[in-house]
């Protein structure tokens, strides 16, 4: 009985208007042969996240589109400011 894992390469999916990065990747798990199982993995940047850690992809995307602009209106949109209410 050998098990083996094929790990299919990370996709990098932009979600507009704020540009949130998703990468998805997926690992698939052989048993003699036979696929037993898929596990996908999906890991979420939201703007203005810390992605040092991050691929060098992702860093590039983050440099790339989360300008100070893309970064407040996406606080703006996450953190609307308090409304009074009605009277």
């Given at each position: 009985m050998t098990i083996t894992q094929q790990i299919t390469p990370a996709q990098l999916v932009?979600?507009?208007?704020?540009?949130?990065?998703?990468?998805?990747?997926?690992?698939t798990y052989i048993e003699d042969g036979v696929k037993k199982d898929t596990v996908r993995d999906f890991v979420y940047y939201q703007?203005?996240?810390d992605v040092s850690a991050?691929?060098?992809?992702?860093?590039?995307?983050?440099?790339?589109?989360?300008?100070p602009a893309v970064v407040a209106a996406y606080e703006a949109f996450v953190n609307p400011p308090a409304t009074p209410p009605e009277a």
């Open positions: 932009i979600n507009y208007p704020y540009f949130q990065i998703t990468v998805k990747s997926e690992k703007p203005g996240d991050a691929s060098a992809d992702v860093q590039t995307v983050a440099a790339a589109m989360w300008t």
